[in-house]
């Protein structure tokens, strides 16, 4: 769940990047946030990471007041979400597995929770035959992807997206999208920055735009969406694998 | 933190001290210079030391006794003042010595006169102190002993030598620490150019949920293998380069004489080591905390 009430940020420069916000997403959304850039997307994206905090007004996101939260607990709130990078930001000198164990050791898993879950993972998203490979040696898709292995390794229950298709051709940021719907299918909240909205109109799901650190519109909650979830079988991708 | 962490901690402290080797190699270089240098300055403050310790010890007080005192009597005030805490040594020299030393100046019927029970001079004890910052106590004790007439002493080189030698370990304290500030700075600077390269990793690190602590250890496991490595083979450097100044300045005068290695190893061996350690590890940790504080500002 992420709410904001009444939220300013006005940086030290005196920029204002979010102007009085409020907006409520439930447990098991998915929502896109849409706008140019410049229109707050990625301070609205910062204070729910609790990489910055408001001016005025409160954020809570999993039920961690984030205004309230002291520097100890962070960690500890940043582990039930996980996120997804524009370029990536896999390290280069792990292979696609490690990168996936990262997630994990930092949690303090054992080395069979960790290599039972990331195969699970890596199947999951149709990279089991990289597993040993070196992230430059894979194309922006396959990097993605393991991006998101990474952000769902730790099976949490807010998907971040920080504009995942910015550098992957058409078909794959359709088939991104698709994998983060059918992971939301399974009951995670997701997140979808993107200044894309021709993809955006490919999906039924709830779409937010900022303008000028307002939020301007937004659609709520498409009712078709709960259907599908309903009606979601196991298969997440092709190899029908449960997340 | 469990005990399969810290396994996995150490395991990726020692994989990115080897995937950086060259950065770790010149932080190593730097580190052993910086500890050569500092090790070098307590060399040079031991052997001062050693060349006062030994002014201190030609610095003698030349004590008189009654020449009405029996041998008996002789040999107890020789007995007390050995048994004195700050006398380094005693040498006794008897009237019938002090005169044969004298007599040498003399021309030779004058000593005929001399002999014997004409002897004017005294029996005297040649003392050596330990410290002589304890010179006055010292001195009074010897002067209040029953027997003693008098004591011959030069107050002002005991004082000059005293003052000397607080001067040179007040300068020589503070050279070693201005060296240990310097070194560490110029690690921070090199162990920088390592963590820059790694800020991409804390910022992950991060962001799945580490703790400080979790990101902090490698760097520390880093900084003790440099601080240990540099450590060691500045260690093996100083002895190698002590040894070798040994072995081509060899003083006539004992005054001058270096003090051997075999008497400083323990206190250098654990300096360097515990220094080198230290220096790294605090290196380590200050280069890294600046991004470990840094909360989204980190955007590689």
Known sequence: MIEFQNVYKIYESGSHALRDVNLHIDDGEFAFIVGASGAGKSTFLKLIMREELPTSGEVTVNNFRLSRLKRKQVPYFRRTMGIVFQDFRLIDTMTVYENVAFSMRVVGKTKREINRRVHHVLQLLDLQGKSNRYPPSLSGGEQQRVGLARALVNNPSLIIADEPTGNVDPQMSHDIVDMLSRINEKGTTVLMVTHQHELVHQFHHRVITLEGGRIVSDTGRPLHTEQVSLDATADVTAGGVRV | ?300
């Open chain 2, 1 to 300: 933190m469990k005990s399969h962490v810290v396994r996995y901690l150490i395991r990726e402290g020692c994989r990115n001290t080897w995937q950086n080797r060259l950065m770790a190699l010149a932080s190593v270089g730097v580190l052993i210079c910086c500890l050569l240098l500092t090790g070098f300055s307590y060399l040079v403050f031991v052997n001062i030391d050693h060349m006062f310790q030994n002014a201190y010890e030609q610095n003698v007080m030349a004590v008189y006794l009654h020449t009405d005192q029996t041998d008996e009597q002789v040999t107890a005030i020789g007995e007390s003042l050995q048994a004195m805490d700050n006398v380094a040594s005693v040498t006794f020299l008897s009237k019938e010595d002090f005169l044969a030393q004298y007599g040498e100046a003399l021309a030779d019927n004058t000593m005929e006169s001399f002999q014997g029970e004409e002897n004017p001079l005294p029996d005297t004890y040649i003392v050596a102190l330990k410290d002589l910052a304890l010179f006055q106590n010292t001195l009074n004790a010897i002067e209040n002993m029953s027997g003693v007439e008098e004591v011959s002493y030069d107050a002002n080189t005991a004082q000059t030598l005293t003052r000397v030698r607080r001067m040179v370990l007040g300068v020589g304290g503070a050279i070693i620490v201005v060296l240990l500030a310097v070194s560490l700075f110029i690690i921070v600077n090199t162990i920088k150019l390592t963590v820059y390269s790694r800020r991409l990793e804390i910022y992950i690190m991060k962001s799945v949920g580490a703790t400080d602590g979790f990101v902090r250890f490698p760097f520390v496991v880093e900084g003790v293998l440099l601080g240990f490595t540099a450590g060691g083979l500045g260690y093996g450097l100083i002895f190698a380069l002590y040894y070798s100044l040994q072995q081509n300045f060899v003083f006539e005068n004992p005054l001058l004489s270096l003090v051997p290695f075999s008497a400083e190893w323990l206190p250098l061996l654990v300096g360097f080591l515990l220094g080198g350690v230290l220096v790294g590890v605090c290196g380590s940790v200050i280069s890294m905390s600046k991004y470990l504080k840094q909360e989204g500002g980190i955007r590689p």
